[in-house]
């Protein structure tokens, strides 16, 4: 689980406008921030299953988002893809 303060950040930093926490430029962001640390912590705990799968499950869940964004709004798409540095 990500830090309170940390979500808070991230929130602040790919949020459109003040008033929003779910668009999916958000979600991809703190899909990538769980992302991160769940990768650390399997780079510990090898023999993790249960972690592992989760990590599995949140990479298809933050496809799905950006495959959505690029169908949606492309030019939204490359920005996040940019800030984020992901590869796609």
């Given at each position: 689980?990500?830090?309170?303060?940390?979500?808070?950040t991230i929130v602040k930093e790919f949020h459109p406008h003040d008033k929003d926490t779910?668009?999916?430029e958000v979600q991809?962001?703190?899909i990538t921030a769980r992302i991160s640390e769940i990768?650390?912590?399997l780079k510990m705990h090898r023999l993790d299953h249960h972690s592992r799968r989760g990590l599995l499950s949140l990479v298809g869940q933050r496809r799905?988002?950006?495959?959505y964004l690029g169908r949606e709004d492309v030019n939204r798409?490359?920005?996040?893809?940019?800030?984020l540095g992901l590869r796609r």
């Open positions: 689980m990500l830090a309170k303060d940390k979500k808070e779910g668009s999916t991809i962001a703190l990768a650390a912590h799905r988002l950006l495959t798409y490359r920005a996040v893809l940019t800030r």
